[in-house]
Nanobody, 115 residues
Framework: QVQLVESGGGLVQAGGSLRLSCAASISIFSINRMGWYRQAPGKQRELVASITSIGRTNYADSVKGRFTISRDNAKKTGYLQMNSLKPEDTAIYYC?????????WGQGTQVTVSS
């Protein structure tokens, strides 16, 4: 069982920055893939960014050049640095992790970007 706890969400003005953190309850060396998803009201959950155990990253087109995903294995934590935020980035952001064929989810953290 893996527990993931997100933090770092909040209210920010358009153009601002936030850094989300995803703290895992176990060592993340064995986690094949960590990802960040988001879900806005009335919309489906969508992939924002992901990173593999060897550091290969993938981004949604809407966030390329603005968001950066990273992971610190020693701290058992994944990060999502979000710059140049836009009102359309407003959503609940979820961390997830794939380990031995099982996907785990955090509880989510709210990000609100005001115009």
């Amino acid at each position: 069982q893996v527990q993931l706890v997100e933090s770092g969400g909040g209210l920010v003005q358009a153009g601002g920055s936030l850094r989300l953190s995803c703290a895992a309850s176990i060592s993340i060396f064995s986690i094949n893939r960590m990802g960040w998803y988001r879900q806005a009201p009335g919309k489906q959950r969508e992939l924002v960014a992901s990173i593999t155990s060897i550091g290969r990253t993938n981004y949604a087109d809407s966030v390329k050049g603005r968001f950066t995903i990273s992971r610190d294995n020693a701290k058992k934590t994944g990060y999502l640095q979000m710059n140049s935020l836009k009102p359309e980035d407003t959503a609940i952001y979820y961390c997830n992790a794939d380990l031995w064929g099982i996907t785990y989810w955090g509880q989510g953290t709210q990000v609100t970007v005001s115009s």
